[in-house]
């Protein structure tokens, strides 16, 4: 076990590299710091001295890998890729092009989009294996019909929808709560009944009809003929041998996710007016602040990488065939 | 026949509902105490679904449109659902085919027979542990207190099967119905399971119906037997007199398909066309945060063997021996750890992919599973051409016809059927398919790997004797693989036994078959089941 | 000399789709000839839910083929000029445009409520004095054939009950040909009938009253929005298929080699797509379509129209959608590939020397093109789901190209207004909801019938 999570760590050494040179490409090399300069000053200012002065002042002014003036190891340490690519992994994400410090906004930023993300994620799971449960337990009916067509409409509902029409129902016409905002101080959990709601129902469609397949996939296994012939009955059975199987895929899909809930939702957050993580992006994204989308990029790689080695631990938790090695 | 009837099964009828077709036409058998009742019968015949109908267990897409099953004056056909839960598991117990999947993966082997207990008892706590462990050494689990603990995939086979046993006994039932329990299981695993089976029908006085498509299990374990064919019971008699004097032709196709013991191939020319020197096929296992190496698995450790022009040799084993994996090593499809592999005196192991082309020609395979050796997507001409094709044969797109044509006639195929596609045959014309593949590109050695065990018994037969008829008309030798001793004494000159990697004993067939030396070959022979027995 | 009146135009993305529509025809024609995937395809269509979702994805696709015919219409020549030139309109037009009888001409100031006469907010007007008040607009487009406003509804019905006669004219043309036919066919051609029958009536209505009203109101520039929902389809169609295609070459090639060489190349490949998918999708797309964009405004000159500009970026997105999506689908593919090289049929192709291109080719590839095919299904609803996202976000459709998400994300502050405009988001929703949700079940049809694992699932509950 011991063993297994360090070499899956030092596997993970080279795919942040990768992650790293990728976005080094994207951003230094298909698009010039002078690109970057130019967008950033607009149109209007773009002089060759503005260019130099915003290079500078951003840190921009060096070679891209390889700085022949500088003495030593200077020549690799004074580059762009060194200062601000290889810095990363020592968490070291520097400033903004806006000039604040993306390290501070990172770490107060992402409390706001957990208490949103966190709730949404155990309470849609919950809904959405009870709900699938009670198709199960129909299956073949009807019901289990109408049911599936219902999930395939959910489904097929944009994402926006939902908060649009969430917000245009549940706080604007029934004034229930209010619309957007945040406030950590007074009564957060008034602000982020509607998002966490929102995010809830839109998952319904596509989570439910995951683990109904999911279940009936379980529900057809040779084991669960056994537990009707010993005479146990459908719920039983339903509780007892079908979920605890079913669990193993649910738990594949799911725990690879819960290191990214760090990273909140974009569009939940910049809709709700939560200052989290996913409105920062995507601030950064419209603003096209590179500084922050790279530093993004970087963490968000990390996450998933812890995601995938805890879904390998998690499986030795819920199936006793699984033994890491 | 003594003994109280304990369960009566009168006219069943199933049907599918979806395109009508009747399964079970009106079937009827009387179980009793203290009594095995074998139903025999090949794949599709209705046999399972006989037994899944009487608990009333039927796949969704299944209908039971008449007949009873009465246990004592009970109907079970008019029981609720809720009465018909404590009818399952108390008075009639089930135990299935393949122990692996029927078991519960992710709950230990103590807690799934605890659960049975559990439903019809009111034993808890202590007490129902100590049941289990109590069962546990009764089908003879060693170390049943420590086993409690253990998931199925810890376990063996055999073990896996004890344990549904003691499951389907745990609530004293009157009645076992038993689903091929031992098919999946190793020959000398199934004569053990089955004596536990015998046993506990004597001692319990069960009423058991024992459905299977093996005879030599019928002859060993029944009192009596009903063969089913084609949803219908059509002979139904006491053991003894049903092998002595089967009153149908499909019963008497059954019990010949039983080896006798009494013939065997006469030796053929001793020139050798294969040798194998010493092979060795190992993996390596690997561990540790660098995965070095530590050890390997010996799958073929150090096997010498030759084999005559125009002579079969049976390697025979059981799953897990090694046997497949020589196979495939002689085909150059997996790496040789060591030793030698000379095809008529030119060493051949290991070479390279364009060295081994010619050899690809004289050295062919037929695989075990004739469903999943075509490609679904190509029509047998197609797949018939392939080995023509990229051996350059050189053949012209008519003369390659007209050869895929004299091909399927060979294997008594209709020429026609060279443009159908694999999905439009049954098992045993697909592996004729397979042969004619195979001798498409003129082979003189053809390395049979299981040809016939996934084929009903009464079609296994012709395929043997087909395999035998090419081998007298162009003189190919076979490397046999197989598992069922019971096939060789009709169709091999040498035998070869094979154990854990290595070759325990090897002679001609009926050297082997008569006068076994090494236990290991002793005790398998044992369980070959017999007419005579 | 003969003088066209049009000039045709051929976007980028025009002739990707005519290329991709050749290219799925040789495809689909291709597979007739296996039996097997035949009886599959039968199965799809035996069903009266399989024809309809079907009807009404050709439906989307006809719409998007016809506005994919560009063309620029010639001007007429200035009064008192002399020339053999012929100028042409700046502006391209598409055929649809030409079916659709100039409804997205009619332009108004700015919102107007459905079938509404007058515009919906206030504005300075002179009355006949003079006098400056401020008042609602009559529509310049709207109700103009009307003595009394009183007797809209009346009139609407009038006008409806007269398309709805040439609807059911033409429909019943339409289907008394396929009729006539099909009449030997087992499958339940009835319920695509039903669905043609209905999408053209519909058609009909739509494009008549529009006429004489804007039946879904119009935006905030005035546009038709009923015409902006019709635009989007070509949109939505085109970015769920161009992407995927993209996408499949790189995701098949790939994961068949990682699953049938094995070794380094399948350690290479899978590091390839770990790495990928540990980067978050949204930030990838949303960076490498910022950086287009750059370039975009940094070389001016490449476009010589505008729409040519908003059909680059376009088909930008649709390389950045299939290049950074190619993971999941090549972890399939390779999982498939490994299990099928275990296969008999795989060893016995090895054991009569076939070459590895050969086996590739014949064996390996056709039996994993059930995956390609489910997946090419699903995938295409998700992606024109992920549009309106994308467009939000600020990193969609260029906003000169009509888009459902363009809308939405116009449309968004518009229901907190007092009273509240919901027609466009109605309508882009109307029109993305009825195809994703048609594609959704059509490829929850296509899976049954072509995944070995659900059938299985199915007989053997």
Known sequence: MFAYIVRRLLYAIPILIGVNLLTFTLFFVVNSPDDMAVSQLGEKYVTPEAIEAWKRKNGYDKPLFVNAEAQGVGAFTDTIFFTKSLKLFAFDFGRSESGRDITTDVSTRMWPSLAVALPSFVIGIWVNICVALMVVMFRATALDRWAVFVFVALMSISYLFYIIGGQYLVAKSWMLVPISGYDPEFQPWKFLILPVLVSVIAGIGSGARWYRTLFLEEAGQDYVRTARAKGASEISILFKHILPNALIPILTGVVVLIPTLFMGSLLIESFFGIPGLGSYMLDAIRSQDFAIVRTMVFIGSILYIIGLILTDISYTWADPRVRLS | MSGDIRLRVKDLRVKLPETGEEILKGVSLELRAGQIFALVGESGSGKSVTSLAVMRLLPEALAITGGAVQVGEQDLFDLSESSMQNVRGRRVAMIFQNAMTALNPVQSVGQQVAETLRLHTRLRGDALRQRVVQLFAEVGIPDPEGRFSFFPHQMSGGQQQRVMIAMALACEPDILIADEPTTALDVTIQKQVLGLVRDLTVSRQLAVLLITHDMGVVRHTADEVAVMYRGEIIERAPVDDFFHSPQQAYSKRLIDALPDLSHFQSMATETPLLQLEDVKVYFPIRKGVLQRVVDYTRAVNGVSLSIGRGETYALVGESGSGKSTLGRAILNLEPLSGGRIRFQGEDIGGLARRQMLPYRKRIQVIFQNPYSSMNPRLSVGEIIAEGMVSLGLGLSLEERNERIGQLLDRVQLRREYGSRYPHEFSGGQLQRVAIARALAVDPELIICDEPTSALDVSIRAEVLDLLQELQREFGVSYLFITHDLSIVPSLAHHVGVMQAGVLVEQGSAEQILTAPTHPYTQALLASVPRVDG | ?461
């Not at chain 3, 739509?206 to 989007?232: F, N, R």
């Not at chain 3, 169609?237 to 995701?251: C, D, E, F, H, N």
């Not at chain 3, 380094?264 to 797509?273: E, K, N, P």
């Not at chain 3, 978050?280 to 490498?288: D, E, F, H, Q, W």
């Open chain 3, 1 to 461: 000399m003969l003088a066209l009146d049009f000039k045709p135009v051929l976007l980028w993305s025009d002739a990707l789709v005519f290329l991709l529509v050749i290219a799925l025809t040789l495809f689909f024609y291709r597979l007739r000839e296996d039996p097997q995937t035949r009886e599959r395809w039968g199965r799809v269509f035996s069903s009266r839910l399989g024809m309809v979702t079907f009807t009404v994805i050709m439906v989307y696709v006809v719409i998007a083929l016809l506005d994919s015919l560009h063309f620029r219409k010639a001007l007429p020549t200035p009064e008192g000029v002399v020339t053999n030139e012929i100028f042409y309109d700046n502006k391209v037009t598409s055929v649809l445009d030409v079916l659709l009888d100039g409804m997205g001409e009619r332009f108004e100031r700015t919102y107007s409520a459905p079938f509404a006469l007058k515009s919906f907010e206030k504005s300075n007007m002179k009355d006949e004095q003079g006098n400056m008040y401020r008042g609602y607009e009559d529509l310049k487009h709207a109700g103009q054939h009307l003595s009394d406003p009183q007797a809209k509804w009346a009139n609407v019905l009038e006008l409806s009950l007269r398309a709805l006669a040439w609807g059911l004219l033409a429909a019943a043309l339409v289907v008394g040909l396929q009729w006539y036919l099909l009449r030997g066919s087992v499958h339940p051609w009835y319920a695509s009938w039903a669905v043609q029958a209905v999408v053209i009536c519909l058609f009909f209505w739509l494009v008549y009253l529009s006429h004489y009203y804007h039946v879904l109101g119009t935006d905030q520039g005035g546009a038709d929005v009923a015409y902006q929902s019709i635009k989007g389809v070509r949109t939505g169609v085109l970015l769920g298929t161009l992407s995927t295609l993209v996408m499949l070459p790189i995701a098949v090639s790939l994961g068949v080699m990682a699953g049938y060489f094995k070794g380094w190349v399948d350690d290479v490949v899978q590091y390839l797509y770990t790495t990928l998918s540990s980067i978050p999708g949204i930030l990838l797309i949303a960076a490498s379509v910022l950086l287009f964009q750059v370039y975009i405004d940094l070389n001016p000159d490449f476009f010589a129209i505008g729409m040519e500009k908003a059909d680059a970026r376009f088909i930008a997105l649709c390389f950045i959608l299939g290049l950074t999506s190619w993971s999941s689908l090549c972890r399939l593919i390779r999982a498939e590939t490994l299990k099928i090289s275990q296969l008999g049929y795989v060893q016995a192709a090895h054991a009569f020397g076939v070459s590895h291109a050969r086996i590739l080719g014949r064996h390996i590839l056709p039996n994993v093109v059930h995956i390609i095919l489910i997946t090419f299904v699903l995938d295409f609803s998700s992606l024109v789901l992920a549009e309106a996202v994308l467009s939000y976000i600020g990193v969609g459709i260029d906003p000169s190209m009509g888009s459902w998400g363009n809308m939405i994300n116009g449309a968004r502050s518009e229901l907190s207004r007092e009273p509240a405009v919901w027609w466009t988001l109605s309508g882009a929703f109307f029109f993305m909801f009825v195809l994703v949700l048609a594609a959704n079940l059509f490829s929850d049809l296509v899976r049954d019938a072509f995944d070995p694992r659900s059938a299985m699932g199915r007989s053997g509950t």
